[in-house]
Structures are given as structure tokens and as C-alpha cells.
């Protein structure tokens, strides 16, 4: 009933237009997922079963449009479009640890 927020210090629970890499069809395909599932894009549920979402704009597209679809992880590649980005273990730590040095800095923690 409350919204109670997620950790995005250490872990990968927002995205801003220079943290996301669109499709070669020029969509930008975000997947929620409670573990990593190696692709770009990746928001962290940090494994609830229900999170909230918010999507934001500014100066959106002529038509800004949002789609969600519920994918199991094992039929996530069926559902991405061939040439989505793909990210390793050793660069999602890298972002992560960028991540929690960028809030330490905001915060001067």
C-alpha cells in the first residue's frame, strides 16, 4: 500500500536517457527483473514480486507511448529483438560501483 523505494545506490533500480541504449529500431526496451538478466536496459526489482514503476519524459517524443509485457526470463530472448545489447557481469559491477560512487559524492557520504 506504500511506496516504499528501492535501493539505487547499489543496485540498478533507475535509468535516465544517457543510461539506456536504444534498439536498432530506435525503441528503448527496458526489463524489469528480480536478478540480472545480462541484457541493457535492466531495472532492478531487487527480487519483489510487485514494484512500482514510474515513467518520466521531458520533451517527449510526439507521441510518447509506453508497452509492458509480462516474459518469463526464459523467453526473454525471444522477445528482444536480435542485436540487443547485452552486458557481462564485470560491466554491470562497473556500473554499479559508478552508481554508488555518484550517490556518495550527491550525498557526500
Known amino acids: 500500500a506504500w511506496y516504499e523505494p528501492l535501493d539505487y545506490a547499489t543496485r540498478v ?6 543510461q539506456v541504449i536504444a534498439d536498432e529500431d530506435g ?16 531495472l532492478d526489482t531487487e527480487g519483489r514480486a510487485e514494484v512500482l514503476t514510474t515513467v518520466r519524459w521531458f ?4 507521441t510518447p507511448s509506453v508497452r509492458a509485457e509480462v516474459v518469463s526470463l526464459a523467453q526473454l530472448g525471444a522477445h ?9 557481469r564485470d560491466a554491470r559491477r562497473d556500473e554499479i560501483a559508478g552508481r554508488a560512487a555518484h550517490v556518495a559524492w550527491r550525498y557526500r557520504t
Open 13 to 18: 533500480t533507475s535509468r535516465n536517457h544517457r
Open 27 to 42: 525503441l528503448v526496451r527496458i526489463v524489469l527483473s528480480g536478478r540480472d538478466p545480462g541484457t541493457a536496459n535492466w
Open 59 to 62: 520533451r517527449p517524443p510526439e
Open 80 to 88: 528482444l529483438p536480435e542485436g540487443h545489447p547485452m552486458v557481462d
